[in-house]
T-cell receptor
Framework: KAGVTQTPRYLIKTRGQQVTLSCSPI?????VSWYQQTPGQGLQFLFE???????NKGNFPGRFSGRQFSNSRSEMNVSTLELGDSALYLC???????????FGSGTQLSVL | GEDVEQSLFLSVREGDSSVINCTYT??????LYWYKQEPGAGLQLLTY?????DMKQDQRLTVLLNKKDKHLSLRIADTQTGDSAIYFC?????????FGAGTRLTVKP
């Protein structure tokens, strides 16, 4: 069974641009969660989707958004990038929300 | 407190046992987890324990849970250099999953 796949692996953007990150969950998993990881703040929960519906949201500004498709694949979008958005963005999938999360390798975003 | 707390660093010699400690926040958490993160990688689920258990053993890994003190520990027997990584504990209750800041384990040869 293939694991969680995140693309791209690395991204370099400049301030003010927008970015879209993609996540393909493990086959059969309907819940997809997104986390931001930085050295200073650790793992911060962004949002969780289940069957195309956002069920839970962390404390991030509206510039951070996401969606989930009917095949459970998910995307997250960050608009008007700021330097502080530089981070490793991790996607995790699970059968049910927040139980036994299986993580992808992440997308390393650098904002210059 | 409101945060899942872990010590930040642990250093052991190869072959010794490692014990990583965690204090969690909610006595009604249903599952407690240990994840491992190697450089440049995502988090790998190592093991988990249901809240009505006191101990779980899985090969070199032993998880101990003290619900009264809300304390969780991960013991790694015969620690190897390949065990060097950051270890996160996490608690879940319903739709909420909270992670600690991670403990960086360094294994010296």
């Amino acid at each position: 069974k293939a694991g969680v796949t995140q693309t791209p692996r690395y991204l370099i953007k400049t301030r003010g641009q927008q970015v879209t990150l993609s996540c393909s969950p493990i086959s059969g998993h309907r819940s997809v969660s997104w986390y931001q990881q930085t050295p200073g703040q650790g793992l911060q929960f962004l949002f969780e989707y289940f069957s195309e519906t956002q069920r839970n949201k962390g404390n991030f500004p509206g510039r951070f958004s996401g969606r989930q498709f009917s095949n459970s694949r998910s995307e997250m979008n960050v608009s008007t990038l700021e330097l502080g958005d530089s981070a490793l963005y991790l996607c995790a999938s699970s059968l049910e929300a927040n139980e036994k999360l299986f993580f992808g390798s992440g997308t390393q975003l650098s904002v210059l | 407190g409101e945060d899942v707390e872990q010590s930040l660093f642990l250093s052991v010699r190869e072959g010794d046992s490692s014990v990583i400690n965690c204090t969690y926040t909610d006595s009604s958490s249903t599952y407690l987890y240990w994840y491992k993160q190697e450089p440049g990688a995502g988090l790998q689920l190592l093991t988990y324990i249901f809240s009505n258990m006191d101990m779980k053993q899985d090969q070199r890994l032993t998880v101990l849970l003290n619900k009264k003190d809300k304390h969780l520990s991960l013991r790694i027997a015969d620690t190897q250099t390949g065990d060097s990584a950051i270890y996160f504990c996490a608690e879940s209750k319903g739709n909420d999953m909270r992670f600690g800041a991670g403990t960086r384990l360094t294994v010296k040869p």
